[in-house]
């Protein structure tokens, strides 16, 4: 007799449930139906037109603001500055100094590194540090726009997040989506504001999708709105020499990458030293950043090219480093740090990434005419991304950082990656830059980062 359906389910035992793929937690949704995913795709989109807008708005400011008070000289040479920029960058150290008073802003304010690493922005912060951050870089300071707008997008995504009683997952999600847009109109492309915001926060596994495929969206999204407006990003594309790869490369890239990671712990250490001696002066903001914008003015007559945030003084190095010479551009790196430094001990806000990249720039284009059998795109390439490579562990991110802003080809990129490596070895993963970090926040009671983790730029 045929079986009846029952009887044949009976005989055939009890049916296999359903098997996890290897990287699939049980019972976990797939991507594309989770409704927090899509969630996360809407919060993206909006983060992405807000912040494209946000971000013309302040670089519009950034820019324009700077060319009002400040012509750079054809030939930036020697003491080629106009001895009254002083009197602007007086005046910008004590209008920070001022809002920093009457916002009542505690003497440090967490950095972009660190809370993109925290995947969290303080929203009551916000608003009153990229106005300090505004006025610092409109008054010719040596740092970059990261920072505020790294604010701006992840304090939105946390206020947001916040606003709709969201979990901590979204909320995560949704500031470091954020704060990818912010980027999208900052960065050459939209894939690498992506890259530097995954890579440094580094998400656990169980959001690393969403975070991922958010972030994208949300820097493609203020890419598209941010670009037809401003007809180009803020860090564009350097033009250096083409160079014919040759294995010899991979060799000289080490000596390169452990010329950067040195120049990246002097920039540390520059830093550190400066915040010690100006610490006295922490009850008198007004009068700290004001003697350190007479400071930093001062160095900017000597050097013009060590004022602002670098982007544009890289292609006057590119182009004219020959002219300029081997020691003006050894002299202009180290002043850079110097001044770099002064702003982060006297109460200016701004990031490190843009003027970390300059440094490198420069510094690999003087390698170049101190050794010319070094090509200068060797050079230059190798040093812009080792030295940042040093403090973060994002190399993946630096050397498609250099793919887009240098151009220089698919095998040139194989001697970056070789300095990036070494530079990262030799300073934060052979322990030097912990070591460094916790000699430097030992007076001030501060915890030092974890291993690998470069100390957060004071704001």
């Not at 954020?178 to 050459?188: I, P, Q, T």
């Not at 812009?384 to 994002?394: Q, S």
Request: hydrophobic content about 55%; proline content about 7%; overall charge positive.
């Amino acid at each position: 007799m045929p079986l009846s359906r029952a009887n044949r389910r009976a005989q055939a035992g009890p049916r296999a449930a359903p098997q996890s793929g290897p990287d699939e937690a049980p019972g976990e949704v797939a991507l594309d139906r989770s409704r927090g995913f899509w969630t996360a795709v809407g919060y993206a989109v909006v983060l992405g037109i807000a912040l494209a807008l946000a971000a013309l708005a302040f670089l519009g400011l950034v820019t324009g603001g700077g060319k009002l008070w400040f012509t750079l000289p054809d030939k930036p040479d020697w003491f080629s500055g106009s001895l009254w920029w002083v009197g602007v960058t007086a005046a910008a150290g004590l209008l920070v100094g001022v809002l920093r008073r009457v916002f009542r802003l505690p003497p440090k304010l967490p950095g972009v590194l660190e809370e993109l690493r925290t995947a969290r922005v303080e929203p009551p912060t916000v608003l009153k540090a990229v106005a300090v951050s505004l006025v610092s870089l409109v008054g010719g300071a040596s740092l970059g726009p990261e920072d505020a707008l790294g604010k701006m997008g992840g304090g939105l995504g946390t206020w947001l997040s916040e606003r709709r009683k969201l979990d901590e997952t979204a909320r995560a999600t949704n500031t470091l989506s954020g704060m990818s847009a912010a980027y999208g109109g900052l960065l050459a492309s939209p894939i690498l504001a992506t890259a530097l915001v995954v890579e440094i926060a580094r998400p656990r596994r169980a959001r690393l999708a969403d975070v991922l495929v958010a972030a994208l969206l949300a820097a493609t999204v203020a890419f598209a709105v941010y670009f037809p407006v401003a007809g180009s990003t803020f860090v564009g594309i350097y033009r250096v020499p083409s160079f014919t790869y040759e294995d010899w490369q991979l060799a000289a890239a080490v000596p390169l990458g452990l010329v950067a990671g040195a120049l990246a712990l002097i920039t540390l250490a520059a830093a550190g030293v400066l915040t010690k001696l100006t610490a006295p002066l922490l009850r008198w903001p007004i009068v700290r950043s004001t003697l350190g914008g007479i400071a930093f003015g001062l160095v900017g007559v000597a050097l013009p090219l060590t004022l602002f945030t670098g982007t544009d003084q890289l292609t006057t190095v590119i182009d004219h480093g020959a002219a300029l010479g081997a020691g003006l551009l050894v002299a202009v790196v180290f002043a850079k740090i110097l001044a770099f430094a002064l702003c982060e001990a006297t109460g200016f806000i701004g990031g490190p990434i843009l003027v970390t990249l300059f440094i490198g720039g420069t510094a690999g284009t003087a390698v170049h005419l101190l050794i010319p059998g070094i090509p200068e795109g060797l050079a230059f390439a190798t040093m812009f991304a080792a030295i940042l490579g040093a403090l973060v562990a994002a190399p993946f991110t630096l050397i498609v950082l250099v793919a887009l802003t240098t151009q220089i080809g698919t095998l040139q990129l194989a001697p970056v990656a070789v300095a990036v490596l070494t530079a990262y070895l030799a300073v934060s993963g052979s322990g030097a830059l912990v070591a460094l970090a916790r000699k430097g926040r030992g007076a001030a009671g501060q915890a030092p980062p974890a291993r690998g983790q470069p100390p957060s730029s004071t704001s």
